[in-house]
């Protein structure tokens, strides 16, 4: 089913990449369409029998395939098209689905399980069995409770209006079970539940039909063909009974399982797709806080232009209270910016010229023209973006594990279900010399539905999907398999002090004033410093405003690189800098040598402060704490995990830092490439080992780690090197990761072994023929209702919020929590 876009000259639905030989080439496609497991299986099978492909890597919850040929024996274009002829679409992965796109795969898959809720509904008077007690009014009970789950999901009602709808769905069925009851539809009964299968298979689900073709066409058994094999089995079994118009036998419900089996594969695509769509919008409404126009400067004057036409270099204006709409570099203006959409934090940032702003962020009281920097693909927003699709791109061992599985599963099906139906036949017939037609085909029809695969197929995609949601909404990106499987391994976790446990950046700790008030004092430093662009001069000015000491006016300035500077204030010289620079210029510190000795000491960055050579005070600078470093800590240890702190500061200042937080093992002056050996030494007894960290310096190690974290107002080369990023910037996500780690791959073990369980032990019940072909249907449909459910529980708000957003409007975005 290609999309209009193929047909356009030049249209390149992929990407290349580089190969692992010279001589093959390697694309990659995003593919539309699957649901589970099986899906993967069924592309890379499709693909891998084409003459010159040498592998394929097909990823679900990605929704890419990996492709690697000879360039002299195939071509893109064919290869893609037989994904095509499938049944598949075949989209560009670096371009990214809007909402409306993914709304309407919603809507168009709720609307055929709107159709096929709507015709099983319509044949429970006639498969319901009142002569067996309360216990035959089960399926009809299954099919009322999809009908509910419609009304609520689509029409978003209120639980009255939704009882309203049940109730009356009981009323009609109850109503036509005693018209059943009256013998009225004892005869025709059959053929209306035959006219409904023929509907439902060959109209409604005639895209499962059309699949399952092209795959047995391409000699491929995937759960497609197990679905069309029971659903004219169904049709079959029940076409033999209008035929054969023998009392007792079962036609209706024959023809019943086709159109119960089509409706649960349907639920399953359905519900697929909500989880993966609501997952990935949970951070792609990001994109909403991207402003659709900028006002540019050309030629002196202002155009105001949609974002698509704004270039890399552009000036755009931003003016107070406005939405930035590109990243870029402050080329004029002073203003506050709020991007609480990268740090968390609601404390507007400070921005001047030569500053880097992000779009998104929202201006404050100044004027800012910015030099657009990165614009579309390349901004921040979108950067984000692709990392919610990579966090995606998860395959653990596990789910390696259930690929292997299910690449021999319905074929192994499908002979059980041979022999039982041979079996049943010969037995019978050599038993009492009568072949018993009717148990074979019960036999046989039962091991095909209840070995319907999809349970299996979605067990452990949905978990790692739905983990992935859940750290997205949380301001955690897991970026790979080692996020998921690896972090909730981790025994010891190694941090960086600087940007990583504290804030980066140096503020005004202590005052020690031996002429004067504090104030005084502090307002003459800040007065001297006001001309130094050095970060530790504008936390002195930012310490004076703060406490609102007016810096006197300086009649000169003069910065000594790398000591401090000298300053001229009211006729007489100021001198701040470091006190080794004061000594040398004369002043006499022994007051003070006592205190800035404790002050160094316990990791604190020391400026004195003279006049006229006469010594008047000395102030302290630190690094603070994250507010959240403490709980953080507190809860990793007591989750049991190791701490260790490394950084390249000085021995003093890191057992500060540890000896607040609590952490024992300390690594300090540790250079870049000596921090990647020290998480090399802490692998080297088999521990698991995780780096949390934000800088340039950071990402070696970061990639030496079992799983590196960075944090996501961190340097673009520790994002890269990740596998998790805190987007968020706060540690206390830290533990929620951990915790989104552990209940994933938890939830994915649960649903594995729950699909195992129910095709495990179901089949070989089923294959003694002693079950109705309906109560096999109804066995499947509770092992996808069960796993769904499993998948979402313990996340209750989640699980609503995920199915009630289906079909309502997209045009707005709420702004992430997180992020």
């Not at 359905?270 to 659709?292: F, G």
């Not at 004033?513 to 000015?541: R, W």
């Not at 302290?620 to 390249?648: E, F, K, N, Q, S």
């Not at 938890?746 to 089949?763: H, Y």
Request: aromatic letters at 4%; one cysteine or more.
């Amino acid at each position: 089913m290609a999309t209009a876009a193929t047909a356009e000259p030049g249209f390149r639905p992929w990407t290349e990449e580089p190969a692992a030989r010279p001589d093959r080439a390697r694309i990659r496609a995003r593919i539309g369409g699957l649901h589970c497991s099986l899906c993967t299986g069924t592309v890379e099978k499709a693909l891998g029998r084409q003459p010159g492909v040498d592998k394929v890597a097909v990823s679900l919850t990605h929704e890419q395939a990996l492709v690697e040929y000879d360039p002299k024996v195939a071509r893109p274009e064919q290869l893609l098209q037989v994904l095509r002829d499938i049944g598949y679409t075949v989209s560009d992965p670096r371009k990214l689905r809007t909402f409306e796109e993914e709304e309407r795969d919603l809507v168009r898959e709720s609307r055929r399980f709107v159709v096929a809720v709507a015709l099983s509904v319509a044949s429970i008077p006639i498969i319901a069995d009142p002569t067996v007690g309360w216990i035959g009014y089960l399926p009809a009970l299954v099919c009322l409770s999809l009908g509910a789950m419609v009304f609520l999901v689509l029409k978003k009602t209120s639980l009255w209006t939704a009882s309203l709808a049940i109730g009356g769905l009981t009323v009609m069925a109850l109503s036509l079970l005693t018209l059943n009851l009256q013998g009225y539809l004892t005869r025709v009964g059959p053929w209306i539940v035959a006219a409904l299968a023929l509907v439902l298979v060959f109209g409604v689900a005639q895209h499962i039909l059309v699949m399952a073709y092209q795959a047995l066409r391409r000699g491929i058994l995937n759960q497609h063909v197990l679905l069309e094999v029971g659903a004219f089995a169904g049709l079959v079994g029940g076409a033999i009974g209008l035929v054969l118009d023998r009392p007792g036998y079962p036609t209706a419900a024959f023809f019943a399982v086709s159109v119960m089996v089509a409706t649960y594969h349907i639920f399953s695509e359905w519900l697929s797709l909500i989880v993966k769509t609501r997952s990935s919008q949970a951070v792609k409404k990001l994109l909403n806080l991207q402003a659709e126009t900028a006002r540019v400067v050309r030629d002196g004057a202002e155009v105001e232009l949609p974002l698509e036409d704004i270039r890399v270099g552009d000036l755009v204006r931003i003016r107070p209270g406005e939405r930035i709409p590109v990243d870029g570099t402050v080329e004029g203006g002073r203003s506050g910016v709020d991007q609480s959409l990268v740090t968390g934090e609601p404390i507007p940032v400070e921005k001047a010229e030569g500053t880097a702003v992000i779009g998104g962020s929202i201006n404050g009281t100044g004027t800012l023209l910015v030099e657009a920097t990165a614009v579309g693909e390349g901004s921040f927003l979108h950067r984000i973006v692709r990392e919610v699709e990579d966090a995606r791109a998860l395959k653990p061992g596990l789910l390696h594990l259930v690929d292997q599985v299910l690449r021999i599963y319905t074929p192994t099906v499908l002979v059980v279900a041979g022999l039982a139906l041979v079996g049943w036949l010969v037995g019978s017939w050599l038993a009492t010399g009568e072949a018993d037609v009717e148990r074979a085909v019960f036999a046989c029809l039962s091991v095909l539905v209840m070995g319907y695969p999809c349970a299996v197929g979605i067990s452990a995609p949905l978990s790692i999907v739905r983990g992935a949601g859940d750290a997205a909404e949380q301001g955690i990106l897991m970026r790979t398999g080692e996020a998921f499987q690896g972090y909730r391994l981790a025994t010891r976790i190694v941090l960086d002090k600087t940007g990583t446990l504290t804030e980066g950046r140096p503020l005004v700790q202590e005052i020690e004033a031996i002429e004067g008030t504090e104030d005084e004092l502090l307002a003459l430093a800040a007065a001297a410093e006001a001309s130094s662009e050095h970060p530790l001069a504008q936390a002195v000015i930012k310490a004076a405003f703060e406490r609102g000491a007016v810096p006197p006016e300086v009649e000169s300035f003069e910065a000594i690189p790398g000591k401090g500077v000298v300053a001229r204030i009211g006729g007489g010289e100021i001198l701040v800098g470091n006190p080794r620079f004061l000594v040398e210029r004369g002043v006499d510190l022994a007051r003070l040598a006592g205190r800035i000795g404790a002050l160094e000491e316990a990791g604190r960055t020391v400026i004195a402060v003279a006049q006229d050579g006469r010594a008047l005070g000395a102030v302290a600078l630190g690094d603070t704490l994250r507010p959240d470093a403490a709980r953080a800590v507190a809860a990793l240890r007591r989750a049991g995990v190791a701490l260790i702190l490394v950084t390249g500061d000085n021995e003093r200042a890191a057992r500060r830092v540890a000896a607040e937080l609590g952490i024992e093992e300390v690594h300090a002056g540790v250079l870049p490439h000596e921090k990647a050996e020290t998480v090399r030494r802490l692998q080297a007894d088999g521990s698991r080992v995780a780096m949390v960290g934000d800088g340039i310096n950071d990402a070696p190690a970061l990639m030496q780690a079992d799983v590196g974290i960075a944090m996501g107002g961190g340097t673009d080369i520790a994002i890269e090197s990740a596998d998790i990023i805190i987007l968020s910037n706060r540690l206390e996500a830290l533990p929620v990761a951990r915790e989104v780690s552990r209940r994933s791959y938890g939830k994915m073990l649960q649903n594995v072994a729950l699909a195992f369980a129910f095709n495990g032990v179901g089949i070989p019940v089923a294959a003694t023929g002693l079950i109705h072909p309906v109560w096999a249907m109804v066995a499947m449909a509770v092992s996808v209702t069960a796993i769904f459910v499993n998948s979402l529980s313990g996340q209750p708000r989640l699980f609503f919020e995920a199915i009630s957003s289906v079909g309502q409007p997209t045009g707005t975005a709420a702004t992430p929590t997180a992020a």
